[in-house]
Every structure is written in C-alpha cells, then in structure tokens.
C-alpha cells in the first residue's frame, strides 16, 4: 500500500548507488558444441542464493589499487581476483589455467592477497581474449544492487576448474547454453535473470554465426546488448513500474505471466503516468504470446493502473478478488494460460481480497511478501 497512517512520519531514506561488479562467462567447444561454465550459487550468499551463475563478485579496495600499478580496469581486476577465488583459475596465453594450490588459498583466506602474489608473477593475471559484451545494472526492486561488467573468454584448452576451499559455489559444471535455457524453462534449475537473458543471446548468435563463438563474442562486444526482459522463470517477466509507495521501494513490480509464446496475463500494472505505461506496453508487444487479462492481486492504489491509461494500452477483462472486477476468481481456482496452470490462492491480511498466483513457475505473492519496502 501507499498511504501512511495517521500519525506516522516515514523517514527519508535514500537509496545507496549501484556497487560496480565483474562477472566472467567461460566457454570452451564441447563434444557437442560450445559450453559455457556456471556454478550453483551457495544458500547462504546474500545475493541469488541457489541460483546458477558466472563466476564473479563485487569490486573492492584492493581492485581500485591493482588497476593503477596493473594499468587494467577495476572490473577486470575484480573478475581476475574472483575467478582464483572461486574456480582456481586464471587467464594466460587465452586461456583458463589452474592456480597453484597455495597461492590459491592465501586469496581466499584474504582477497588482499591477490594483487602482491599477480604483481610478484606467483598468479597469471593476463586479459588477452578477455573481452566486454554486456553491462546491466540491478533493477530498483532488488536491496542490493549492482552496475555489472559481463566479459567473456573463449578458448578450446582450458584448464579444469577446482571447487575445493572455497564457499561461494556449492557445484558448477559445463553445459551448452540450449541444455542451461532447456532446464531453466522446465523450472529443473534457477538461473540469475540476467544471466538467462545473455545466455539467450549467446544460443541466438551462434545459430545465426554457424556455432562460431569467437564471431559472437566479437559481435557481442561491439554491440554489447543491455537488459530487456528481466526473465524471473519460465513464463515469468517483471517489469519495475515508478510508483508512490511506501519508502524505501519506489517501484511496484508488474508481472506478465504465461505461455511465452501462448496466452498470458499483466500482473499488477500500477503505472499512474504515461512512462510507466509505455514501459508495460513495450513488454506486452515484445511478447509472443497473446494478451487476455489484467490481474490484480489486490486493490491498493500503488498497484492499480490509472484507468484511462491502462484502457489506452490494453483492451482486455479485469480479473481480480474484487466483486467490481470483469471477472472475479476465487481461492482455488484454475488458471490456464497456455500452455501453464496457474492455481489461485486467497490470501487476506494485507488486503481483505488479496489473491496470490502460484505454480511450478513459482509463486506471484503481490504484498504477501517484502522485497525491499515496507509493507503495512
């Protein structure tokens, strides 16, 4: 909700800027075409915990250090450290190589370790075939919230990975990127939004590149393409929509759920001025599939959408827990969109009509769950 009860002062808080970050997508050529490297995230990391990811992390004070003597950014400074961190590797000749053992646990006991043992020659800290292809920053939604550097080395001669002493994988393996989106769409693997959507990007060039990934590599990093779904699961878009919410959110998460290439629904536009609605429209037409209702999970104004404006975008029915909706569910109820069920669950607390949507997409929790806000 939006409003502030009587009597109570919300304090002014500002949102911290996005902390710059590196990760690296590795890929070698596979018995059956090119393979990318991820690893299964750990549970207890702050950040996407279980979800399948590049390797890489936060830029910190001993990067900024390196970057002057080293003369490279402190994004591939970040990303040379990490990767000894969390693989055991490092790039030289083109390559991934293994990391001796020692030197490997003096950067995970303590990253400041890193820049003295690559100056002394002790760890390769070679950016040859390193190259840029993409930067996204987190959306508002997320309390922690990163400008991300995506680089990316190729080569059919790595060495083998280690997990071994370290804490932020609890596995990682080589998969090509079709089978990675395959089990991500059968809701068998999580994989970080921005991730899937690259992945995406990499299996659509090398169709169109004759399974050449240092031609998309190179295409990719002249282009470097930016964010456009943010995927959270099969069947699952948001869309961070500018809303007047309690502090410290600034955004309402708009949905679209369903098929991708079948029927779907929007969940929750929320947008009250024309920027919000041409966001929501953008990803509607951008879909594949085929429109066929608003649905809201409740009726707090910092979800609802300006009528005039949401009759201006869409033509479709109102589906929600209201008795004034087009078409009023109730907890239980079936929802087939495509080729996807959705179940209905009547969830009051928050709001005496609350409905949450769930499936093996997952679950669409409208104000039953916080983020980053505060709910009331």
Not at 313 to 333: M, N, T
Request: net charge negative; charged share 25%.
């Amino acid at each position: 909700m939006s409003e502030v009860p009587s009597g109570l002062e919300m304090p002014n808080i500002e949102r911290r800027p996005a902390r710059p970050s590196a990760t690296l997508m590795i890929t070698r050529e596979g018995d059956e075409g090119v393979e990318v490297l991820l690893g299964n995230r750990s549970e207890s990391m702050p950040s996407f915990p279980g979800y399948w990811a590049f390797p890489g992390g936060g830029v910190s004070r001993v990067d900024s250090t390196a970057s002057e003597v080293l003369g490279i950014s402190v994004q591939h400074c970040a990303i040379l450290r990490e990767v000894v961190e969390e693989l055991g590797l490092a790039p030289q000749g083109g390559k991934m190589v293994a990391v001796e053992d020692d030197f490997r646990s003096m950067v995970v006991e303590d990253k400041s370790n890193w820049f003295p043992l690559a100056l002394d020659g002790d760890i390769p800290c070679e950016t040859e075939g390193i190259r840029v292809i993409s930067m996204r920053t987190t959306p508002p939604f997320s309390p922690m919230r990163f400008e991300n550097t995506f680089l990316h080395i190729h080569s059919n001669d790595h060495d083998d990975f280690s997990l071994i002493g370290q804490t932020e994988f609890e596995d990682a393996r080589w998969m090509r990127p079709s089978d990675w989106i395959g089990a991500w769409q059968n809701n068998v693997i999580k994989i970080a939004p921005p991730v899937v959507t690259l992945l995406m990007e990499v299996e659509r060039c090398l169709g169109l590149m004759e399974q050449d990934m240092e031609r998309v590599a190179i295409d990719l990093e002249v282009r470097k393409p930016g964010r456009r779904s943010i995927l959270f699961a099969q069947g699952v878009e948001v869309v961070p929509v500018k809303t007047a919410t309690l502090p410290p959110a600034d955004h309402t998460n708009c949905y679209l759920v369903g098929d991708p290439e079948g029927e779907f629904i929007v969940v929750d536009p929320a947008f009250r001025h024309r920027e919000g609605m041409e966001d929501v429209a953008e990803a509607v037409e951008r879909h594949k599939g085929e429109l066929i209702a608003v649905f809201y999970t409740h009726g707090h104004s910092d979800h609802l959408a300006d009528e005039g404006l949401l009759k201006e975008a869409f033509d479709v029915p109102i589906w929600s827990g209201s008795e004034d909706a087009d078409r009023v569910l109730k907890d239980g109820e079936k929802l087939q969109l495509g080729s996807q069920e959705w179940t209905v669950l009547h969830t009051p607390g928050h709001h005496p009509e609350h409905l949450c949507l769930i499936s093996n997409s997952g679950l669409i929790a409208g104000d039953m769950v916080a983020g980053i806000g505060t709910i009331l």
